[in-house]
């Protein structure tokens, strides 16, 4: 599935099963508790803390979608082609980043 046809997918979605979209503000705090929730499956299964054993199913793929839906969402709301951001960010990057990285000695 490509960027542009998961935005019409989640548009075409919320448009019929999802009913209509949530205000901008409500859906940037879904945001949020997504990646609260992608963060916390990363704290446990990368970092020091340990899961409860109700939570060691957790699928953190699913989890990341659920950002990705959200993101998709905002992007819809507010007219923003992700696709054409995700090009000119990649730009941005390469222009930036051209040697930033090879020259950090901390990532050697």
Known sequence: MTIQEAQETV??????TGVRYFNELTNTAI????VGE?????????????FKKSDEA???GDEMADVLFVL???ANQTGINLT???EK???KKN???ADRHKNNEKLK
């Open 11 to 16: 548009d075409q979605w919320i448009n019929t």
């Open 72 to 74: 998709i969402c905002l």
């Open 95 to 97: 222009i930036r980043d």
């Open 31 to 34: 945001l949020m508790e997504e």
């Open 38 to 50: 992608v963060a916390r499956i990363m704290s446990r299964r990368y970092g020091e803390q340990s």
């Open 89 to 91: 960010n990649m730009v």
């Open 58 to 60: 957790v699928d953190l």
């Open 84 to 86: 054409e951001a995700m």
